[in-house]
């Protein structure tokens, strides 16, 4: 018989800013793409970032799920709380810092890999808005729980 699997989704808040611009599209193509959302001094979201930390049923996680929750405030919040994402992911080396949620959602995924966690976290969601959000799963093959 095959032990079932456990889903529990933690959610984090992160205050962020970020305007949206490519620095491989002109001023007007970054106009007319990106609209209210590229101006001039860019704007802030309170982002919902939740995490669905996946376990057996058999196996003892809670212990584990504590030190999870902290090593992903570390690797995705703290970092990037009330800062601007444009500049944090250009001094982490990103080339085109566009802050689009689904960059955003693809750096915070490599993080996530880059610390080992891809064995425990099998969805990342990253609430931009009410109406907006973008999901991706850390595990091999980006294949999420349904």
Same mark, same amino acid.
């Given at each position: 018989m095959t032990t079932p699997r456990l889903y529990k989704t933690i959610t984090f808040e *992160? =205050?962020?800013?970020?305007? /949206?611009?490519s620095n491989? #599209?002109?001023q007007e193509e970054n106009e007319r793409i990106y609209q209210?959302?590229?101006?001039?001094?860019?704007?802030?979201?309170?982002?919902?970032?939740?995490?669905t930390f996946c376990h057996s049923a058999d196996d003892?996680?809670?212990?584990? *799920? =504590?030190?999870?929750?902290? /090593?992903?405030?570390?690797? #995705?919040?703290?970092?990037?709380?009330?800062?601007?994402?444009?500049?944090?992911?250009?001094a982490m080396g990103v080339?085109?810092?566009?802050?689009?949620?689904?960059q955003i959602v693809s750096i915070f995924t490599q993080k996530l890999?880059?610390?080992?966690?891809?064995?425990?976290v099998s969805r990342l969601e990253v609430q931009e808005t009410r109406k907006n959000s973008f999901i991706t799963s850390p595990k091999k093959g980006g294949h999420m729980a349904t």
């Open positions: *992160l =205050k962020a800013h970020h305007r /949206l611009i491989r #599209l002109s209210k959302c590229m101006g001039k001094f860019g704007h802030g979201h309170n982002y919902k970032i939740c995490v003892i996680f809670y212990g584990r *799920l =504590k030190h999870l929750t902290s /090593l992903v405030h570390s690797l #995705l919040i703290e970092p990037f709380h009330l800062k601007s994402l444009n500049a944090e992911f250009a080339e085109n810092p566009t802050t689009t949620g689904e890999v880059e610390a080992g966690l891809s064995e425990h």
